[in-house]
């Protein structure tokens, strides 16, 4: 983890600036939008956005535009953060602007947290009458967390995010995690959902699950939750999630079995009627994923129009394969 001199320097210079270590003390708490740190340091957006600059050409934080918004946030477990890590531990963030600082920052997300309540309430409905349509959530979660193992992981990545509910559910089994979705409504719950349960090692950011962000072999566990029932080319994510596994990681993916219930196109967006496990037979052996076994939630028999669930479970081999793209 050692770094260049030259880029030590950089750093502590960014940081030795006081409204530039307020922001990097509020960031301590999960990552906020440019909007969001006006609100809470009272200063014009063009002024925080310069220093912005500098700590993100210091290494310091990370940019991540989103639509019409930007999000800035620490970096993961690099030499940066743990310089961080280290400075904080020696800031008495008791005294001088931290706490009114923070009380802000209480607002901002309970604002956040208002707006997400909003969206959910919106959607809840939708979401409602498909739980009901299968097994127990609280069931299959458990056998989530067997099929992913008890860990502890370095990095999760959960692809298709959502509300966040697999980071809040995984959390502590990774010392990091971050989850990837194209909403920035669904984001914004995500956001809200982890801070209530005051998880700071899981984050999110906007992005294409078939495009992600990530770099190759640099997660232990993906994991893909009713998503690819969403897409046209659901085989393009599970080549990604390929590709960012480390050697010997695992994939987990929980999708509905094949089924014949047509409305559910119309009425929730479904673009496939389940998935088909001969398909995710040839998608895992496609992109290089030993698939180990196939876990089936039958629908309560008292159901007209049940769905079953399914959890696969692939291994990548410990040899380094490329993938074709």
């Known amino acids: 983890m050692k770094q260049a001199a030259s880029s030590i320097v950089e750093a502590l210079r960014a940081?030795?600036?006081?409204?530039?270590?307020?922001i990097l003390a509020l960031l301590q708490h999960g990552e906020l939008s440019v909007g969001e740190l006006v609100t809470v340091l009272g200063q014009s957006q063009p002024r925080l956005s310069h220093?912005?600059?500098?700590l993100t050409s210091a290494g310091l934080t990370e940019r991540l535009p989103e639509g019409a918004w930007v999000f800035y946030r620490l970096p993961g477990t690099d030499w940066a953060r743990a310089?961080?890590?280290?400075?904080?531990?020696?800031?008495?963030?008791a005294s001088g602007d931290f706490p009114n600082d923070r009380a802000r920052l209480e607002a901002v997300r309970r604002t956040r947290q208002s707006s997400a309540d909003t969206y959910f309430s919106s959607i809840a409905p939708d979401w409602d009458r498909i739980r009901a349509m299968h097994y127990p959530e609280e069931l299959i979660e458990a056998a989530i967390l067997k099929a992913v193992g008890t860990g502890p992981f370095q990095r999760i990545?959960?692809?298709?995010?959502?509300?966040?509910?697999?980071l809040t559910l995984l959390s502590d089994r990774a010392r990091e995690a971050e989850g990837l979705d194209l909403s920035h409504q669904m984001l914004t719950l995500a956001r809200s959902q982890l801070s209530e349960a005051g998880?700071?090692?899981?984050?999110?950011?906007?992005?294409?699950?078939?495009?992600t962000p990530f770099d190759t072999a640099s997660a232990d566990i993906v994991i893909v939750h009713q998503v690819l029932h969403y897409l046209e080319e659901p085989e393009k994510v599970v080549r990604e999630a390929s590709r960012i596994l480390k050697p010997g990681g695992k994939l987990i993916i929980v999708d509905f079995a094949s089924h014949n219930h047509e409305f559910m196109r119309e009425a929730f967006g479904h673009r496939r009627l389940g998935i088909r496990e001969d398909a995710m037979s040839y998608w895992t052996s496609q992109s290089g994923l030993k698939l180990d076994d196939v876990?089936?939630?039958?629908?309560?028999?008292?159901l007209d129009q049940g769905?079953?669930?399914l959890i696969w479970s692939a291994r990548k081999s410990e040899e380094k394969k490329d993938v074709a793209a």
């Not at 090692?201 to 699950?209: K, T």
């Open 307 to 309: 769905i079953a669930v």
């Open 15 to 22: 940081a030795g600036e006081p409204t530039r270590l307020r």
């Open 199 to 211: 998880i700071t090692q899981a984050r999110v950011r906007q992005g294409d699950v078939t495009a």
């Open 51 to 54: 220093h912005l600059k500098a």
């Open 83 to 93: 310089l961080l890590d280290r400075l904080f531990e020696l800031v008495d963030e």
């Open 295 to 302: 876990t089936r939630f039958e629908p309560p028999k008292d």
């Open 157 to 166: 990545v959960d692809l298709g995010t959502g509300t966040g509910r697999m």
